[in-house]
């Protein structure tokens, strides 16, 4: 038998171990079971924000991390800027066209095949974005290119083309993805809850219509460029293969002739109060329904965030581990996956939204499920398991997030931008160690309300209202405080709502 060269260098390798240290196994402790190995204390410090922060001449904040291990620099730019800051008169849209083609539609000097050569030439990525809340732009090249990238980079940002070919091309490709909107469950239930939530009218659920889309023209994209993006709306990552003082100074020179101009205003909270009840999408083609459960949550800053994790974890975001997970999918076998996100808004309140997809006669006693596991865990307190295992998720975990120079300086960067205080990472461990079970079962009580619950199903109503004959008990359409409505599918181009 011919043996694989592989297992054989691998082989070869293993005996010349046990040759250099004979015995080596014998004086080693095996454990029976995993539940039994031990591990040294991890000794983990996280870097110091405030050493790695610089504010620059122009009023411009950079974080930069230095590593040696590659020839390679990263430069992000987070740009405080998106849908919400975009004037009045301009129609929806005009931000995200402007960001994707910042990129996309060349330079003052480049064409946009130009462009893409020379950035394929010097083997450099750049990306550019606007969303609804802030922007990105981001460049990774070789050390060796560093000031020809630089430049190149800095002349997206500052002067784009917006080339009327390239533009024309964008709104092609997002004309199809509009006809395509109805398609899929899951979208559909994203969009329509999160109308549910913060209404019509917010910025964060406006859907662009065909007619607002085709009435975008490049002048709007300048507009948007000049009102928009400048110094004053920018933080810097910076990371890999650079020397702080070059680094800062090649920003530097690239922004001293580059005036700012006023900061954005804040983001703008939804104006409407979400509605219990229970809402139905019907999609007459599926044989599994969506639900969505769930109401308004907190802000980030909110003295009980850490204990809100814990409690969630539990609930249903800690996987495998949590309630929801394991009575929907391990127990009852309802759902190929279950959970919860208790989310912590930026700017204004963000939601608590538990989740599942099921079969169409299995979601009424899925959804009796969750809210009895809301229910649970406002009434009683979770276990010491529970409690530590939900604690080590995040404490032990926590070093994750400084595993590279980029991560190290974007998590800063985006504290930065959140207005938030860049030391509160050396405290972080800490904070989530001290919570109790007793903190857990407040902070339920507290925030999450049953009688408040928006309950979103989206599939084929018929069949999930008729539920299964089997367990005529759960009901959809009883566990509800509110009303019942039925939201028909939306024209996915013009996004009116007619009657079903």
């Known amino acids: 038998m011919k043996i694989p060269c592989g297992y054989r260098r691998f082989m070869v390798a293993a005996i010349g ?22 591990f040294s204390e991890l000794d983990f410090q996280p870097p110091d924000g405030a050493a790695l922060r610089h504010a620059l001449g122009s009023g411009t904040v950079a974080y930069v991390v230095e590593d040696h291990a590659l020839p390679l620099v990263n430069v992000t730019v987070t740009i405080r800027s998106g849908a919400y800051t975009a004037p009045a008169m301009m129609q929806p849209g005009v931000a995200r066209l402007a960001g994707s083609q910042m990129r996309a539609g060349g330079t003052s000097s480049l064409s946009p095949s130009e ?17 609804s809340t802030s922007g990105s732009a981001s460049m990774n090249c070789l050390v060796k290119d560093l000031d020809r990238c630089l430049d190149l980079f800095f002349e997206i940002l500052r002067q784009p083309r917006y080339d009327q070919e390239r533009l024309d091309l964008a709104k092609s490709q997002q004309l199809q993805q509009m006809e395509q909107r109805n398609d899929d469950t899951g979208g559909i239930e994203l969009r329509e809850w999160s109308r549910l939530l913060y209404g019509d009218s917010h910025f964060s659920t406006h859907a662009t219509t065909e007619v607002e ?18 110094p004053g709306n920018f933080i810097f990552a910076i990371s890999g293969d650079v020397q702080t003082a070059e680094i800062l100074a090649q920003i530097e020179a690239r922004l001293s002739d580059w005036s700012t101009a006023e900061a954005p205003g804040d983001v703008p909270a939804p104006a409407i109060e979400p509605q219990p009840g229970l809402y139905l999408v019907h999609k007459e083609d599926v044989n599994q329904g969506r639900v969505s459960i769930g109401h308004l949550s907190t802000v980030i800053d909110n003295p009980d965030r850490f204990a809100l994790r814990i409690m969630n974890n539990i609930l249903g975001g800690g996987g495998f581990t949590s309630r929801i997970l394991s ?9 190929y996956s279950a959970g919860s996100a208790f989310g912590l808004g930026t700017h204004y309140e963000g939601s608590f939204r538990a989740s599942f997809q099921s079969r169409s ?36 975990t926590f070093s994750r997030n400084f595993a590279s120079a980029g991560q190290i300086a974007g998590l800063f960067a985006g504290l930065e931008l959140q207005g938030r205080d ?4 050396s405290t972080y461990r800490d904070d989530m160690a001290a919570v109790t079970d007793d903190d857990v079962l407040r902070v339920a009580q507290e925030y999450l309300h049953p009688d408040q619950l928006v309950i ?3 599939g084929n109503v018929d069949d999930i209202l008729a539920g299964d004959p089997d367990n005529p008990e759960f009901s959809l359409e009883a566990m509800v405080s509110g009303g019942v ?9 013009t996004m009116e709502y007619a009657g079903r």
Do not use: C, W
């Open 422 to 425: 860049i030391g509160l990472v």
């Open 213 to 230: 889309l085709e009435a975008i023209t490049r002048e709007d994209l300048l507009a948007f460029h000049a009102y928009a993006i400048h």
């Open 485 to 493: 409505t039925h939201i028909p599918l939306p024209d996915p181009m």
């Open 17 to 38: 171990l046990l040759a250099l240290a004979p015995g080596a196994l014998a004086q080693q402790e095996i454990a029976s079971h995993p539940l039994e190995l031990t």
């Open 361 to 396: 006669e299995a979601v009424a006693r899925a959804t009796s499920i969750v809210i009895e596991e809301i229910d649970r865990i406002r009434n009683e307190k979770v276990s010491e398991e529970e409690l530590a295992n939900a604690k080590a998720s995040f404490i032990d």
């Open 115 to 131: 462009l893409d050569e020379e950035l394929d030439f010097l083997a450099a990525q750049v990306r550019t974005s606007i969303g």
């Open 456 to 458: 979103l199903a989206v």
């Open 327 to 335: 009575r929907v999918r391990s127990d009852e076998g309802l759902a």
